[in-house]
């Protein structure tokens, strides 16, 4: 899975917010998707059916969170980060966002609301790219995501002032070694 490829594969949407629920998900994607929850004791087959889910929903966001956490809580961080991306991509896109993270501005969206279930759907997205570029030793673009989310949620609602802390961590244990 690249952002290129699907960028080209996006399909749109009926409703955002419900989508982000699951909605709008033909019966055969979350068919695959149930089966790949049921078989995720045998990787590959669950892989399989996550693969075929996206095949058939391309993009939707319920086909992505299943990818992304798969490969999350396989520890295939590499491909996760990749699905991260692509999340990022297709959340900008519905929140009407500028395609690089780096270039979005706090009222570019309702990032404080909690009824705004895409920009906060966005920062979620933002948190796990922060989380896996750090985990993946990546500290620099790990921490300027970080930074990122509370230039756009200074209240914090996010939580990502745990992403400083995991950086702080990080730095430390580095300097230990």
């Known amino acids: 899975m690249t952002t290129e490829t699907a960028l080209i594969e996006r399909v749109p949407l009926q409703d955002d917010v419900e989508a982000l629920l699951g ?18 004791a045998h990787s590959e087959v669950a892989l399989d059916h996550l693969r075929s889910a996206e095949k058939i929903a ?10 992304y956490r798969f490969y999350f809580y396989k520890g295939r961080l590499e491909e996760c980060l990749e699905v991260a991306h692509v999340c990022l991509a297709e959340a900008a896109y519905h929140n009407n966002l500028p395609a690089d993270w780096h270039d979005v501005r706090r009222d570019d969206a309702a990032f404080g609301s909690y009824d705004d279930m895409m920009a906060r759907f966005y920062m979620f997205v933002l948190k796990g790219y922060a989380y896996l570029q750090m985990r993946l030793g990546n ?12 230039d756009l ?10 992403l ?4 702080q961590r990080m730095l430390e244990d ?3 070694d």
């Open 153 to 162: 949620d200074p209240t914090d609602k996010i939580g990502a002032t745990l």
């Open 164 to 167: 400083l802390e995991v950086h």
């Open 23 to 40: 909605g709008g998900l033909p019966p055969e994607a979350q068919e695959h998707l149930d089966a790949a929850a049921l078989s995720y």
């Open 174 to 176: 580095e300097d230990a």
């Open 58 to 67: 391309p993009n939707h966001p319920a086909v992505l969170i299943g990818l």
């Open 139 to 150: 500290l620099e673009e790990g921490l300027a995501a970080a930074m990122k989310l509370l």
